[in-house]
């Protein structure tokens, strides 16, 4: 396997605006547990190993009960997620796979009934910030936990 540049140092710029960006999304009107939620489920969806290993400690660090962690894969046959939370994960699935023919109205209406205008829109551009770090670090094989000490994230006590 080759080495891969490190995008972020080589256009510092614009990992700075996309940190911004992120930092942003962090703080819409979408409730912190259920951006961990969908962070993790796209990056699942990704296969961006850098991504999951990061939100699956920051959910612990921020309280996530450990099984829902586990269950977040398998969300639809789980109890452990409520409708809202079950509506978000849809809408994750469904913008980080984009169907052929666009998103299906059942879909979309399932989301706006747990969603106001503002929450979708936020909640939308959340996906999209995620999507984006997924396919950055994907690309660019970044190492899961390679930030953990720079973020934080050995404070997750997982091993």
């Not at 510092?12 to 912190?32: D, N, Q």
């Not at 977040?72 to 913008?95: C, K, P």
Request: with cysteine.
């Amino acid at each position: 396997m080759s080495q891969r540049i490190n995008a972020f140092a080589k256009s510092p710029e614009l990992f700075k605006k996309y940190i911004e960006f992120s930092t942003l999304v962090k703080s819409s009107a979408i409730e912190a547990p259920l951006l961990h939620l969908i962070d993790i489920r796209a990056s699942q969806m990704n296969g961006c190993g850098f991504c999951l290993d990061m939100h699956v400690k920051e959910a612990k660090i921020h309280g996530e009960r450990e099984l829902r962690l586990h269950h977040v894969a398998i969300w639809r046959e789980s109890q452990l997620f409520s409708d809202r939370e079950r509506a978000a994960l849809a809408w994750t699935e469904v913008l980080t796979r984009l169907p052929e023919h666009g998103v299906p109205d059942e879909i979309y209406e399932s989301v706006r009934a747990h969603f106001s205008e503002k929450e979708l829109s936020d909640l939308s551009f959340a996906i999209m910030a995620i999507n984006g770090w997924n396919r950055l670090n994907v690309g660019f094989r970044t190492p899961p936990g390679s930030a953990d000490k720079a973020y934080g994230l050995d404070k997750a006590n997982l091993e």
